[in-house]
């Protein structure tokens, strides 16, 4: 009895991840991703590592 529960169960995750893989090929690729870019500016003789400003 226990066998059969654990083979229903086994055969049941594999119809279930071969269906998510279908929907995710079949799926259209009009998804569009933004990229970000961040500027850095060169300081020169600057020395200083991190600087912390305390607002009292």
């Known amino acids: 009895m226990r066998n059969n ?3 229903g ?6 119809v279930l ?3 998510l893989m279908l929907d995710d ?4 690729k009009e ?3 933004t990229k970000t870019s961040v500027q850095v500016d ?3 003789n600057q ?7 305390n607002e009292e």
């Open 17 to 19: 991840t071969c269906l």
């Open 31 to 33: 998804q569009s991703t």
């Open 47 to 53: 020395t200083d590592l991190a600087v912390v400003e």
């Open 5 to 7: 529960i654990l083979g």
């Open 42 to 44: 060169p300081i020169e």
């Open 9 to 14: 169960l086994v055969i049941f995750m594999v």
């Open 25 to 28: 090929i079949s799926s259209p």
